[in-house]
Structure formats: C-alpha cells, structure tokens
C-alpha cells in the first residue's frame, strides 16, 4: 500500500488501483471544513488524471462519518460573501466526485448527517455498517438542508426525503437501504470486505467503459425519456467504436479474459 497522504485533516492510502480518502477530523466528527473540503478536492483533482486509480473510496476515522459542514467556523465568518463561497466550494465538491471518471463508494461505518449526508448520496455506491445512521437535520437549528437536498432527493423518493427534510430526524441503515440512500448493510467488522469486493469487481472493468458509462448514467437522469434515448443511444454508438468494446465482445466470445487499454 502506499500511502500518498498520512498526516493532517485527510488520509490518503493507494493500493491495487483503489485510492482510500480517509477524513481525519475525528474530534470535530469529520465535520465538512473549508480546509477539509478543498483537500477533498485536491485529491479528486488528482485522480481524475491518473490512469492508475480504478476505485475511490471515501471513509472516516472517529465516532462519526460525517457531521455535515462545520458550525463552529461558519459563525466564525458570517455574511453573504462567505455564506456563498462556502456553499459554492461545497457544491463544486459533490460535483466533481460525480464528474470523476472513477467510480466512488462510500464507506459509512456511523452517522452521517446534512452535507454528510449529502456526500453519501453524491457516491455512486456506498456500503454502511449496520449500527449506521442519516439525516439532514438542519432544520432543527433554523437552517434547512437545501444543499443536501439535491442529492439526497435524487437517491430517495420524494416523500421520504421530505420527512427527512421536515422532521430533522435520523433514518437507520434499513432506512436508508431500502430508501435507496445506500446500497448494503453489513456489520462493521465487515466494512472492508465489502468495499473490498467492490472495488475488486469494478477494477477488473475496462476504464474507459466506466468512464463512458457513468458520465452517461448522470447525464440522461434528468432528460426526458424520448432525450435519454437518443442520448443513450449515441453514447452506445460511441462506446461499440473503442478498441476495448471490440476487445470485450471478442473476449466474450473466444471465451479468454480481455486485455484492456482504455482506448
């Protein structure tokens, strides 16, 4: 394993084309700082060039996943100028981890709450453990969760999201499974192994397929349906183009494992 990034607010473990981004502000509960966020988006800047990353996850170390933006600093430096940046940093953020050629699996082993919550739902897989617990509860300190919002409501129904939204209330991990929110439960001695099954899974995919695929899945989410087909569609012409479809489909059918070269 080599380890890129060991010390300070975020962790950084390369190992087998799975890049580990560990929050590390265990006391703060892995709060959302303006230092943490931009470290965040200094390593998914990285791995988004670097052929050798197949996987991202994203973990935590401390009582929580996390906590959501960090309060303390907020009321630090109030005003609009702040307020926007803040919001814009953190919008930019979930962007990126959605625009990034790698998928990314969320490693949730407690609470993850308002833009934790958020950060749950922006990954395009996550795996919690069973005791694990969500909410977007800015509601109760006189601030909705609107941010938060736009991804959680995107992975639940509109209902549920709503009563998360109007209630502040926590949702389990059953909750947030069958909600759609996460993907799995497993105990928490057997986080690793899940995300390890995954990322185990998906490195043995053509990258340039998953690339392809889930820039693709993001974009014909909001079009309507006829769009989404003819988007679909083009998307499925250029795909069958790349040397690793051709090699795919010959693999497949001379029975052998492919060689891929993300071309």
């Known amino acids: 394993m080599n380890l890129r990034t060991n010390e300070g607010i975020l962790q950084r473990a390369d ?18 700082s303006t ?6 988006q200094a390593e998914i800047d990285d791995i988004a060039g670097d052929k050798a990353v197949r996987v991202v996850v994203i973990a935590a170390n401390g009582p929580a996943f996390c906590a ?11 005003g609009r100028a702040a307020y926007e940046a803040l919001f814009a940093q953190c919008s930019a953020l979930m962007l990126s981890i959605t625009r990034l050629p790698q998928p990314v699996i969320a490693r949730v082993h407690a ?32 601030l909705f ?9 995107r992975n639940l129904g509109r209902k549920q999201t709503m009563e998360m ?9 059953e909750a947030a499974r069958d909600g759609g929110l996460i993907n799995k439960i497993v105990d928490e001695d057997g986080l690793d192994d899940a995300v390890a099954v995954w990322c185990g899974q998906i490195a043995t995919k053509s990258p340039l397929t998953l690339k392809i695929g ?24 250029t795909n069958m183009l790349t040397r690793d479809a051709e090699e795919g489909i010959d693999a497949f059918l001379e029975k052998r494992d492919p060689d891929w070269t993300g071309e």
């Open 165 to 173: 939204l109007l209630t502040g209330e926590m949702i389990d991990a």
């Open 111 to 142: 609470t993850a709450t308002a833009a934790g919550c958020q950060l749950v739902a922006t990954c395009d897989l996550a795996v919690a453990a069973r005791g694990a617990r969500f909410a977007t509860p800015g509601v109760n300190i006189g």
């Open 214 to 237: 889930k820039e693709a899945f993001y974009r014909q989410l909001d079009m309507p349906l006829a769009d989404a087909y003819a988007y679909a569609s083009e998307v499925m012409v």
């Open 68 to 78: 959501g933006h960090d309060m303390r600093e907020i009321r630090t430096t109030p």
């Open 35 to 40: 230092d943490l966020m931009a470290a965040l």
């Open 15 to 32: 190992s087998d084309g799975v890049a580990t981004l560990t929050l590390n502000r265990p006391a703060a509960r892995n709060a959302l």
């Open 145 to 153: 969760c609107s941010t938060p919002m736009v991804a959680v409501s």
